[in-house]
């Protein structure tokens, strides 16, 4: 018995375009939310996409997109995607562990209940979100689920730095396309 999350081909050869190092954060938003668009345009996933990068240095480490229907694996979100490649390129299940840099996780959508979970595990030092949770839900009819009310101080408490509202208007964008396209909502037990 294997499990096993793969990207698709073009997010492959996309990863290996992408600069060593975006600096500026909303550089780093606007590859993410490129990367959820061509997940949308080739049919390979949902609209979300989500980098690691060193916070400082704007290193990349990797950028990852949704992967659920594909992979038929529920688990499969950007953040997941993303989150797991790094751990695995870097040879660590900890993105905080000692002597070395902090990471930042960048995704076009606020986490959602799952996704939230595994970010104080991960050992990122910073994530930086594009649309809000209820952005999402209006727009797509995704079930974030039930994320903790006081999530944000939640990540402060465990030293994890939110910046928020980053290129939203252009993150909601793809969400609106994805809305359009009549593309299946997966939410568990179809949404009931």
């Not at 930086?128 to 903790?148: K, R």
């Amino acid at each position: 018995m294997e499990f096993r999350v793969t990207l698709p081909d073009w997010a492959i050869a996309e990863n290996e375009r992408l600069p060593d190092a975006i600096v500026d954060v909303e550089n780093r938003m606007r590859a993410i939310i490129r990367f959820s668009r061509l997940n949308l345009e080739h049919q390979t996933g949902g609209p979300f996409a989500a980098g690691v990068f060193e916070k400082d240095s704007g290193k990349v480490v990797a950028v990852g997109v949704n992967r659920v229907v594909p992979a038929s694996v529920s688990s499969a979100h950007a953040e997941i995607v993303a989150i797991s490649i790094a751990q695995q390129k870097l040879e660590t299940f900890d993105l905080g562990g000692p002597d070395m840099p902090d990471h930042q996780l960048v995704v076009n959508g606020r986490p959602c209940a799952m996704c939230f979970g595994s970010i104080p595990w991960s050992g990122v030092r910073s994530v930086v979100i594009a649309a809000s949770g209820e952005q999402i839900e209006a727009l797509t009819g995704f079930d974030e689920g039930p994320i903790h009310p006081a999530w944000r101080s939640e990540l402060h408490k465990r030293g994890i730095e939110v910046t928020e509202d980053v290129l939203a208007n252009e993150a909601c964008d793809i969400f609106r396309q994805f809305a359009a396209s009549d593309r299946p909502v997966y939410n568990g037990r179809s949404g009931s």
